[in-house]
């Protein structure tokens, strides 16, 4: 693949693509922070209902873009977006677009897990309760518990509900986190390496609750650990010096990837 073609979609996307409807649609999408050019003419298809993991080297643009999603770049000073980026058919930059409402429907989920210092309840209760999910008590009840299950935690937590959840582990921690983001009912998720402060026994459970995830939603998942792409992921995506040189299929994307910078990097010569 030339580099005037490596930031479109690759033949090995439309497969998994033809399975599962767009849900995010990039085109020539460019982020400045000041003089900085963060990413590049960057284009890109997100199927529903599938993890696409963001790889490449530190600085190389993915948790930029991943950021540009929910338009978290919008409280950086300097920052610029310019180019179109679409969820199920709308220009989430447009003016017309509340950002409050956006997020609603753009989970995230952070490296370090954050919860709030508040109780285990209260943490996920709070999406719902503001955005006016819940009429009243017995239905808010209802979907704290089914976050709570769907995140694989509700067993763990159910007779303490009302403790903080800043006193969980670590791994419990981050699957409260990710309860909290699906308790507002979104249609994307987005994970920015969600396990890089997790041991290695919570790392497994987080990515099988991922795997769990993704039969209901858009998974968008940044990670610096190769393995775990290849584990979570049914596309990836390769990022370096700000451009997206290649996004397909992720069993052929790490045994015959298109472009000579993708091999070079998953085969450890730089990165």
Known sequence: ????????????????????????????VNIYYGEKHAIKNLSINIPDKAVSAFIGPSGCGKSTFLRAVNRMN??????????????????????????????SHVGMVFQKPNPFPKSIYENVAYGPRIHGLASNKADLDVIVESSLKKAGLF?????????????LSGGQQQRLCIARAI???PSVILMDEPCSALDPIATARIEELIDELRQNYCIIIVTHSMQQAARVSQLTAFFH????????????????????????YITGRFG
């Open 183 to 185: 308790a507002v009912n």
């Open 155 to 167: 067993e763990e937590v159910k007779d303490r509900m009302q403790q903080s959840g800043t006193g």
């Open 241 to 264: 010096l700000g451009t997206l040189v290649e996004f397909g299929d992720t069993d052929e994307m790490f045994t015959a990837p298109q472009d000579k910078r993708t091999q070079d």
């Open 1 to 28: 693949m030339d580099h005037q073609t490596s930031s479109l979609v690759t033949p090995a996307a439309p497969r998994i693509m033809a399975e599962r409807p767009v849900r995010i649609s990039a085109r020539d």
């Open 74 to 103: 919008d409280t950086i000073v300097g920052c610029r977006v310019t180019g179109d980026i679409q969820m199920d058919g709308k220009n989430i930059n447009s003016r017309e677009v509340d950002v409050v409402e956006l997020r």
